[in-house]
Every structure is written in C-alpha cells, then in structure tokens.
C-alpha cells in the first residue's frame, strides 16, 4: 500500500491544479484514467482536479476533491503507475485521504493512557502495569526505617509497596495541589497545619511533611501539607465583636421627621353637665 501525503500540496476547488515538475508527463497527463477510476468506483461524487505528485520515477498521485456530506476538505486520490519506458499507465491505488481543512478524529490514544484523576468510579477495576516504577515487591526495602526493621523480623508484609519514585510522585502531586503550601487558602490563613490540633500525621516516611485533617469543616481527609492552613485552624479567634446580631442594626437616617398641627382638646362632658345644673339653680 503506497502512503501519499496531500496536505502540502493540496489546491482549493476552483483554482488551477498544482503540477509537480519531478512528474513524468506520460503520468502527469493521467488525469481522465485517474477520474474514470474514481467513477468507476462508485463511491460519491467526484469533483475538481487538484493536482498531481510525484512518489518515485515511477508513480505519482492525482488528486480530486471529494464532494461528499460530511467529508469537507476530503480529496480523492489515485496513484497510477508506469515502468521507465511505459508509454501507458496503470492505476495501482484509490483512496480518500484528508485535506489541510479536513475535521479527523484526534489520534488514538490506549485507554491506560487515557484515564485520569477521578475517572475510577465504583465496581470499576483499573489495574497498575506489570511494570510500573511507582510500585516495588514488598519485601525488597522501602525506604522507611520502621517499615523494612519489621518486615525483616516477622517476615511479612504487602506484596507491593510504592518506591521512592512513587513516593516522591505522590508527594510532588500534593505539595502542589489544592492542600499545598503554596495555594491561596493557605497564603490568607493565620497558621499552619502542623500547629494544628486537627492535624493527624502520616506515618512513615512521609510524617515530616504531610498529614490528614480531621476537622469536617475544613479539609476533612484530605492529604494537607504541613506548611498548609485554612482559616478554620484550632488555634483561630473571633475578633471582638464578631457574630450575627440578635436584632437588625437601626438606620435613624432612614427616618424622616414630620411635625403634626395641633389638635383643640374637646370639652369634659362631666364638667359640661356640672356647670348647666349650677346655672340652672341660680336661676
């Protein structure tokens, strides 16, 4: 099968097609051959010539575009062929290939190299290559002192550890990360992980430097740093006078004042009464 290469070469529809001088005219002057093969195909329209190419002395490439729904910028190609003193060609090879503006599935990627933090999901199985430099057998050394005494003395231990390598992948990963010493919560907190009391230290080799957080309102399980901080550190208080207050705040300014006339105050009937029978006996 012969690879032919069209994105360098190719000529948009409607412009005069590109004609390689290293082509042999007896192959450069193939055209009708090259589209009565791509007729004779039967497999969809086949439209303007684009051109021709040179693959060795002996075959060259014509190129058709391909007037086909869902196949922009496609083109046709036909490799036609000639031996040195051939004054007639064969055609050896059809194919449609795309163009520069052609819409191609990116490359194929295998599927171990496609997954990515947080794809695992539950009942799916993802096992480590049989060759995966972050894990070791567990009973060559560790790194870690206690770890490699004890495996030693008792004789057991996991069938795989992780390696130094893996180690410091893993920690590279978190001293980056969200729970890093360098992120924004932990450059606005007041104090460090480490001085803590939510702080629960790995074990190991990695106690020096990373820790859990047990407290739910912060980080709650994750891996922290020990230089890392949140504002919901054990140590942290309140400024004074800090909290919701018990009543809405009273905005005298949104008031406005408004005098009343004055109302005459109606007379007493009791006294009313007193005075008409005072007069009355007078009289």
Known sequence: MVLVSVASSAVAPGTEPSVDPAVRSVLAEAVEVARAALNELGEGVVGAYLGVTADDECAATHRFAADLAGYHGWQWAVVVAAAPES??????????????ESLVAPAW?????????GDLGPGDLLASAPDDERLVPGYTASGDPDVDETAGEIGLGRKQV???EGRLDATQRWFDGEYGPHSEMAKA?????????????LAGSLRAAFG?????FAADGHVVH???GCGAHSDTTLPTGAGSPQFDAY???AIEIVELPAVAAEPNQNTTDTENAQSEQTD
Not at 212 to 216: H, I, L, R, Y
């Open 87 to 100: 004054d007639h060609v064969t055609v050896s090879e059809l194919v449609l290939l795309p163009g520069p």
């Open 109 to 117: 990627v295998p599927w171990n190299e496609r997954i990515r933090p």
């Open 162 to 164: 992780m390696s130094l």
């Open 189 to 201: 907190a007041p104090s460090t992980c480490m001085m803590c009391g939510f702080y629960l230290p």
């Open 212 to 216: 859990v957080c047990g407290n739910e």
């Open 226 to 228: 020990a230089e890392f």
């Open 251 to 253: 905005d005298d300014g």
